[in-house]
């Protein structure tokens, strides 16, 4: 970087430039939303066959190019950015540089040092030559430069030295920068096609995370949320932020933003949405490079008086090489893969957009997702699912809420109605070895509490919502653990196959009286067993220990069912889906009871 390039140099050029891709990027998702949400979705309403399918398949590309595009350009709009603030703070210097420079006289040459002319006559009646100096970039050199133009006769040579050291260090700064941004952009050309594959989304992550390490100078002018901050805190953060600072954001962290509550349902979508696609593109290049298990995975062996059945030598090697990893991407896959399976059924059977209102692909998992927009629903129910539930099962839990949120719209009677499936916390995964224990509900039951709270936090509709929290086998631990530990933000409480809530009365669960609502079907193991598990204490006449929803005593509501076991409690057309729409929606007249 040299003199005559820095002094022309115009940041603001490049700001421009920014702005440019951030309004292109602004565009893209605009697309990328139309094409979901009103072109593929009516499609759906209206049109079916194979060619139908055929063009939502095309459909699904277009958008997925619109998100690549947008997730892309709001990376090179934050890397242009950083480049100009960092041009601009070693521009500001030499410009400053410069005019320090005009105003004493002093003459800046074309290689950055400086010329001064002679002192003013001494005592002696000698005048002092004048001369030229060049500046030093580091401290040492810059300190005996000084201490050698002090030392001269002519006053002029100490203010030259000032003067092109300074000029020195806005060189270096700005060299410094053009290095280091140069092959960060050039990293974020694309390949010249028109395919978004896996590995062009897995490369997006490590885009984004080579200019968040070069632009922390300009990131360090974004403030950052507040560090454990309430929901309310998160929100005034987020609206505290212009246009350019939250894209900026939203860029760089689009993990923080998604999992922050009380931020707007439609922000973390877009947000975890990026995270999906960016963890889809790198499990599938993952999954893509293990090699296929072998074909012959059994043989037989002679085992004296009849043959035996095992693994071949072949099989066990690859398993002891590859199986886990092998196993842990294709589960997560399937789970990713399911969400977007939600995310393209939008239109079908009047299923309104969903929301990804948290997403992570890390050990078993964690998804919520919503159908409809929570922050300007009548009505929000959120599910909270039991044990063995991971992101690869996320898609039975999904359609669960599909289910209950076509019965509550109807029940609604023309209002509002958003059903979440919240996994937000780590499930027991294996109903003898886990499920018995309750800290897998005490450690997920205050990130529980924080989601509602909030809904409450990012909700733009006029008054307070009707929520509702559900629960589902060890679902509902998890829910009586939050109202234990914390306060409960919901008006209705639904259990389903409970095992117990820690609790033993239902005026404990932070809900209205009268507004605890339980189901229990023929078949049902799970409540009865899990009782000596989660069951609560209750000490007070009627009372006792070890109670469940299920009892009399608890003081539940038990509605009535008509499924069988301790899955098909949000089977289409029962009336164990159909009781609990009526709470959802809020009719508590229409709810049919046990005698």
């Not at 028109?194 to 968040?212: C, E, F, K, P, Q």
């Not at 790198?282 to 090699?291: D, H, K, L």
């Not at 995310?343 to 998804?367: C, D, H, I, M």
């Amino acid at each position: 970087m040299d003199l005559q390039t820095l002094k022309t140099l115009k940041p603001a050029e490049y700001e421009g430039a920014a702005d440019g891709y951030r309004a292109l990027a602004d565009m893209a998702q605009t697309s990328k939303d139309h094409i979901a949400n009103t072109v593929a979705a009516g499609m759906r309403k209206a049109l079916e066959g194979d060619a139908a399918k055929a063009a939502q398949g095309e459909l699904q590309e277009v958008e997925r190019n619109f998100q690549y595009t947008q997730n892309q350009c709001a990376v090179i709009s934050t890397a242009l950015n950083g480049f100009a603030f960092d041009m601009a703070a070693a521009k500001q210097k030499l410009d400053a540089a410069l005019a320090d420079a005009g105003a004493n006289k002093l003459t800046v040459n074309p290689d950055g040092s400086v010329t001064y002319p002679p002192g003013p006559d001494k005592a002696d009646g000698k005048t002092p030559d004048g001369g030229s100096t060049a500046g030093f970039t580091s401290p040492q050199a810059q300190a005996l430069g000084r201490q050698a133009a002090n030392l001269s006769r002519n006053p002029y040579a100490a203010l030259a030295q000032d003067i092109a050291d300074r000029i020195s260090t806005a060189l270096k700064e700005a060299t410094a920068a053009d290095q280091k941004w140069a092959p960060k952009l050039r990293a974020l050309k694309a390949d010249d096609d028109l395919t978004v594959s896996a590995r062009d989304w897995s490369d997006t992550a490590s885009d984004a995370g080579g200019v968040r390490s070069a632009a922390d100078p300009y990131l360090d002018t974004l403030k950052d949320p507040p560090k454990g901050g309430s929901p309310e805190d998160n929100a005034r953060w987020w609206k505290g932020l212009d246009d350019e600072q939250r894209d900026a954001y939203l860029a760089m962290n689009p993990a923080s933003v998604g999992a922050l509550d009380g931020l707007p349902a439609d922000v973390r979508d877009e947000a975890n949405r990026t995270v999906l696609a960016q963890k889809h593109g790198q499990y599938q290049v993952a999954f893509g490079a293990i090699p296929p298990p072998p074909s012959e995975r059994y043989t037989w062996i002679n085992g004296g008086r009849m043959p035996v059945k095992v693994q071949t030598d072949e099989y066990m090697a690859w398993e002891k090489k590859y199986g886990d990893e092998y196993a842990q991407l294709k589960q997560s896959i399937k789970g990713m893969e399911s969400i977007e399976d939600r995310f393209a059924s939008t239109g079908v059977g009047g299923l309104p957009e969903a929301y990804l209102l948290g997403f992570s692909a890390e050990e078993n998992g964690r998804a919520i997702v919503a159908n409809g927009n929570p922050d300007t629903a009548d009505h929000t129910a959120v599910f909270v699912p039991g044990t063995t539930s991971n992101l690869g099962s996320i898609g039975g839990d999904i359609g669960r809420m599909t289910n209950l949120w076509q019965d509550a719209s109807t029940a609604a009677q023309g209002g509002s109605v958003s059903t979440v499936t919240w996994l937000g916390y780590d499930a027991p995964q294996d109903i003898v070895k886990d499920a018995p224990f309750g800290h897998y509900a005490d450690d997920g039951a205050p990130a529980f509490n924080q989601f509602l709270d909030g809904l409450d936090a990012s909700r733009t509709a006029d008054g307070p919502g009707h929520t509702t929290a559900i629960g589902h086998s060890y679902g509902t631990t998890l829910i009586g653990s939050a109202a234990r530990q914390g306060e409960l933000n919901a008006d209705d409480v639904v259990f389903a196959g409970s095992p117990g809530v820690q609790v033993g009365s239902a005026e404990r669960m932070d809900v209205p009286e009268g507004r605890v609502w339980n189901q229990e079907a023929p078949g049902d193991v799970v409540p009865d067993i899990g009782r000596y598990g989660h069951g609560g204490s209750e000490w007070r006449l009627g009372g006792g220990v070890w109670l469940i929803p299920s009892d009399e005593a608890f003081g539940a509501n038990q509605m009535t069912t008509d499924t069988e076991g301790h899955s098909d409690y949000w089977k289409s057309g029962t009336t164990s889906l159909w009781n609990q729409a009526q709470v959802v929606a809020g009719q508590h007249g229409n709810v049919k009871l046990e005698d």
